[in-house]
């Protein structure tokens, strides 16, 4: 009988051997070429450095419209402007 439970034990490790998942059966992998790889970090910052410029240039219009905004409430209150018979827009017309 321990010969039977040998085997088992044997044949249950083969198994389970066999069945383990390899991830680098599933996954084909590439390698690129040390040009290849130059290539790709150009382009990686060249798009960080477009996004830090695009990034610059929305907060210099957050900062330009809130000054704008401080100074026409301080207008308003000051009575520099007269808002006395301003009226919101219809929301359902469009803004020219």
Same mark, same amino acid.
């Given at each position: 009988?321990?010969?039977?439970?040998?085997?088992?034990? #044997?044949? *249950?490790?083969?198994?389970?051997?066999?069945?383990?998942?390899?991830?680098?059966?599933?996954?084909?992998? #590439?390698?690129?070429? &040390?040009?290849?790889? &130059? *290539?790709?970090?150009?382009?990686?910052?060249?798009?960080?450095?477009?996004?830090?410029?695009?990034?610059?240039?929305a907060e210099s219009a957050v900062d330009l419209l809130q000054e704008r905004r401080?100074? *026409?409430?301080?207008?308003?209150?000051?009575?520099?402007?007269?808002?006395?018979?301003?009226?919101?827009?219809? &929301?359902?017309?469009?803004?020219?």
């Amino acid at each position: 009988m321990n010969s039977w439970v040998g085997r088992r034990q #044997s044949l *249950l490790s083969h198994t389970a051997r066999a069945a383990q998942f390899n991830i680098s059966d599933a996954v084909e992998f #590439s390698f690129t070429t &040390a040009r290849g790889t &130059a *290539l790709i970090a150009s382009y990686i910052r060249e798009r960080i450095a477009r996004f830090d410029r695009l990034t610059s240039s929305a907060e210099s219009a957050v900062d330009l419209l809130q000054e704008r905004r401080t100074a *026409l409430i301080s207008a308003a209150v000051t009575g520099k402007i007269d808002v006395r018979n301003w009226k919101a827009p219809d &929301a359902r017309q469009e803004v020219a």
